[in-house]
């Protein structure tokens, strides 16, 4: 799980960066090397003070440490064949200490001992004080056993940013260990780039889609699917106009998918409070944008895509957004485009698309954002985070054609009389709007929901179990549940009659992601949140039945077909589901007899 502790700067906390046994091996490999710890000075060889107390160990390279440093290049968003710069095991006893201090001093931000990123993994946390303090942000992160925190140190004008300033508080009692991975500004261990996650060989369209809760580090395709519940779709891309409609399409979907998540709503409330944006303070639609246009700027790199390959990558994994499996704020156009889009729309802003064409053979294309600027205002102002930081928003470049689409209007599914504009939607598009049939529901149901939930009972029976993975599998069920399913099984019934079954699996599913799916995860965990899982899976199915069956003819009493009570029970939220065949008055006489 990757959790957000600040969006600007952006700071992380990844949990279960590293196994027991890594954790363990590390400390082991310390063993006699430990010295004073020095710190920057005059003296090429480093100083030894008051300011900094701790004692430190440079470890030898094993392959074990060159796994580390790969993994921490990916936590840092590039992708690396070696190791960035040698790991510093550092050992805190009481009363030691590092005082505020930044992790690169080089004031360019570009020579040649300039740290770009940190990595600092808590190999232990049995300890008090010793907490991670950022002085200029008035945050506090206490250390988590196996957890690495990590954040940029350059800005994207290369200066410092001296935001990120930091202090190792003292230790009351026990002793802290810690591991620093620093990756050096143009290491040739580290390509910047977007991270390569698939093969070459063909030319697919790879959709990185909905982000659900997994654990960090490096990951195929298949794994990724089964394990972290990450949608990532592999197909043919076609050439041409083809290709711009099926891109545009997937695109459409993600936005609209963040539009209704309440994930991207919390943060995109955030972006703004970090702007200096309070509850009471007027907030024109004009200037959210320049807040969101900005944003994105800052904490999304501009990079084509790979050779043979298009992506289109959920606006959660671009933006970093809490419970994203992955975090790769790297994109083209298309992602930067669905990255701002989906920041407006999570905030209630209206958002169109403009795809704009700047020769006649449509060889040259490009797309952005068109926002309402005030709600039923018809004001549509152009927003385009490809474009350079000193473009505001109300810029576009000038193309010789230009197609906008609204995604509200139905009649623009088919984009009639638009042979080369695209649907690119707020989010995903409302099955329901898209003529959602039972047979749809009931197939997305069962392997997407059904599917996943059998195999994460297989991980709970293989020997050795993996409570911890199959617990992520239930989450991944469930937030597919909540996210999809819901929606889809509402759209089949307008008159709100599945709305009180789907709202209760929903809040079920907000119990679920609470449950531990971390490797420290027991066989209690994952009970509960199978139970929890099912339960859902039992709701959508009496969700479906309701929603397609026919009018009941009038009697003379009312029939209560389904019934749904929460009832606490000590795990946690629990739903007791059942059948009523009972009249109304039969269950008031029952009532009134008890």
Known sequence: MIEVLSADPRILLIHDFLSAEEARELEKLGGALFAPSRHTCDDPGGCVSSYRTSDSAYLPRTAMTDTLSRRACVAGLLTSDADPEPLQLVRYGPGQEFRPHLDTSDDSAMGEFARSTTLLVYLNDDFEGGETVFTKLGLTVRPRARAALQWRN???????????????????????????????????????????????????????????SGSAGVSSPEWDRANRGVKIERIPYPLKAASTRMTLQRMGAMIRDAAVSPSMRQFSEMVVRQAGVGVLDDLSDRKAGQIFLDYVRRHVRYRPDPKMAEY??????????????????????????????????????????????????????????????????????????????????????????????????PRTLDLVGAPDAELVTVGRLGRGMLGVDPETVARDLQEEFTAVVLQADTLVSATPPEYGQAVTMYQAA?????????????????????????????????ALALVNGSSTATAADAAN??????????LYEQAIDVATRPPPAATGSAEMVIGVAAVAVAAGLGIAVWKSARSAPMRRARRRAA
């Not at 002793?175 to 977007?194: D, F, M, Q, T």
């Not at 909540?482 to 009180?500: H, M, R, V, Y």
């Not at 929890?532 to 039992?538: C, D, F, I, N, S």
């Open 478 to 510: 469930g937030q597919v549940g909540a996210e999809i399913l819901g929606p889809e099984i509402d759209s089949l019934s307008p008159g709100g009659a599945t709305k009180s079954l789907t709202t209760t699996a929903w809040q079920l599913n907000a």
């Open 154 to 212: 350059i800005l994207p004008s290369g200066k410092v940013d001296k935001r990120t300033e930091h202090a190792g508080l003292p230790v009351r009692r026990g002793e802290k260990l810690a591991c620093n991975v620093w990756i050096k500004y143009g290491s040739p261990g580290c390509r910047r780039g977007s991270v390569d996650l698939v093969a070459s060989r063909v030319a697919p369209l790879v959709t990185i889609g909905r982000m659900l």
């Open 312 to 409: 289109v990558q959920d606006a959660r994994i671009t933006l970093c957004v809490p419970g994203a499996a992955m975090c790769i704020p790297v994109e083209d156009c298309d992602g930067l485009t669905v990255a701002l889009g989906s920041l407006m729309a999570a905030y209630g802003m209206g958002v169109k698309l403009l795809k704009q064409t700047y020769d006649a053979s449509a060889a040259e294309e490009h797309v952005l954002v068109l926002y309402e600027d005030g709600q039923g205002s018809d004001v549509w102002v152009p927003a385009d985070p490809s474009a350079p930081p000193d473009r505001p928003v109300g810029w576009k470049s000038r193309a010789m054609a230009e197609v906008v689409v609204d995604p509200s209007d």
């Open 529 to 538: 949140a199978s139970s929890y899982a099912r339960q859902m899976l039992a």
